[in-house]
């Protein structure tokens, strides 16, 4: 017997004992409560009634589409298109993120004055996705740990196990308007070559570039980046700061084994010196009210050659900063090398600069936020060795041994050492 058939008729003989109930042989002879109580009765079983018909119903659909009974109803429209949605959205959205354990122990030394030493443990956590909204069109976000500072996303573990802040460091939409020319706008990634003499590599610009790389010969392309990034917007008298950004400079493969490149770049930050800003650091020269005193024009060069013709891959690079504002302490430069490479087990890289940044040559609070303790008016050494565990994951040790590049002996000797995994 097919099964609405059966249940067709347990719904008659619900039905026939109801009926029964219902037919007293004189009406006159229930008393108002049993009368109610017969009116509930009906009213049960008028509810199973309407319970085995939408039972039958779905019965019905199932055999007519020839599911076995009992077997899950099939999804309505809205629905698979809704699942069907997110399959697509997560086949065009790419995730990725790292996440870091820091050890940073600081022993500093101030000439004419006691400067305590300083020991913390920190974490740096960053995932991003982009999604590929058109085969031209990638919409990106991140977020990151951090307290809003531009130089560093890293959370000191303290406040009595408070919670940890977490921001968006990216947001953007980035478009391919030719085959040599794309477009970014929003919060993104630096696209400007550098060191982290000028820009430390937690900053993310906001507001609008351009990039364009165009074939010069087999070997050799030319690439430039145009910048028009937002600094501050001042709701008073004073005029916005920001920075026009414009980088033009070639590439030279002589093959996958060596590579060159070289690059001139030219900030002009126009109205810095207008308001107090957001940040600030230690070097640059300030006026009462925090106000920086100079303008900074800079122009900055950029070299580095790579090859894999040793038994490890090897980078040499450097890079020359001039602020042509005119302000008296106006130069920096940096020069370092990397030896070897972190890409599976086993890996292992070895790297050493030099970095002398005199007061006003850059913005200080932009520039590298670990050497001398961040800001500018400092040189010395930086070392670092780091070891591939497993893919994707790497411990590092960084030393630091920085002083004041003018002005009092104050010095700042740091060791780094860093777990980080990658996925």
């Known amino acids: 017997m097919r099964p609405q058939f059966a249940l067709i008729l347990c719904a008659a003989a619900v039905a026939a004992v109801a009926c029964v109930g219902l037919a007293p042989a004189e009406a006159g002879e229930l008393r108002p409560a049993e009368l109610e109580e017969l009116r509930e009765l009906v009213r049960q ?86 999604y590929a909204f058109n085969d031209r069109t990638t919409i990106g976000a ?26 968006l460091d990216r947001i953007y939409v980035k478009y391919v308007a030719a085959d040599w020319l794309n477009l970014v706008a929003g919060k993104f990634k630096n696209i400007f070559r550098n060191t982290d003499l000028i820009w430390d590599s937690d900053v993310q610009p906001e507001g609008a570039a351009q990039s364009v790389v165009l074939g010069l010969t087999q070997d050799a392309d030319f690439f430039a980046h145009l910048g028009e990034l937002i600094i501050g917007e001042l709701a008073n008298d004073h005029n916005d700061p920001f920075v026009w950004a414009a980088e033009a400079g070639v590439r030279w493969r002589r093959s996958p084994k060596l590579e060159w490149m070289a690059s001139a770049i030219y900030y002009d930050f126009t109205n810095l010196d207008e308001a107090a800003l957001a940040w600030n650091d230690s070097g640059n020269t300030r006026l009462p009210g925090n106000i920086l005193r100079h303008d900074f024009n ?49 890996d292992w890289s070895v790297g050493y600069a030099y970095r002398v940044l005199e007061g006003d040559a850059v913005p200080d609070m932009l520039t590298d936020g670990t050497f001398h303790e961040g800001g500018t008016n400092c040189k010395g050494h930086e070392a670092i060795l780091k070891y591939s565990l497993a893919k994707g994951w790497t411990i590092s040790l960084k030393g630091i041994a920085a002083r004041e590049e003018t002005g009092d002996t104050d010095e700042v000797n740091s060791v780094l050492a860093e777990l980080r995994w990658d996925f």
């Open 45 to 130: 079983q008028q509810a199973v009634l309407d319970r085995l018909n939408e039972r039958i119903a779905r019965l019905e659909a199932q055999a007519d589409a020839g599911a076995e009974p009992g077997a899950p109803a099939p999804l309505d429209a809205p629905t698979l298109k809704s699942i069907r949605r997110l399959a697509e959205l997560a086949d065009n959205v790419k995730f990725k993120g790292d996440l870091t354990l820091r050890q940073s122990s600081a022993w500093r030394h101030r000439t004419g004055g006691p400067r305590p030493d300083r020991h913390r443990q920190q974490v740096r956590f960053r995932l991003g996705g982009e």
């Open 142 to 167: 991140r977020l990151v740990t951090g307290a809003g500072d531009p130089s560093s996303n890293w959370q000191t573990f303290n406040n009595t196990f408070g919670g940890k802040d977490v921001f």
């Open 298 to 346: 800079l122009l900055a060069f950029y070299t580095e050659l790579k090859t894999n013709r040793a038994p490890k891959p090897l980078k040499v690079y450097a890079e020359y900063v001039n602020n042509t504002s005119g302000a008296p302490d106006d130069e920096g430069y940096k020069v370092g090398a990397v030896l070897g490479s972190n890409k599976k087990k086993g």
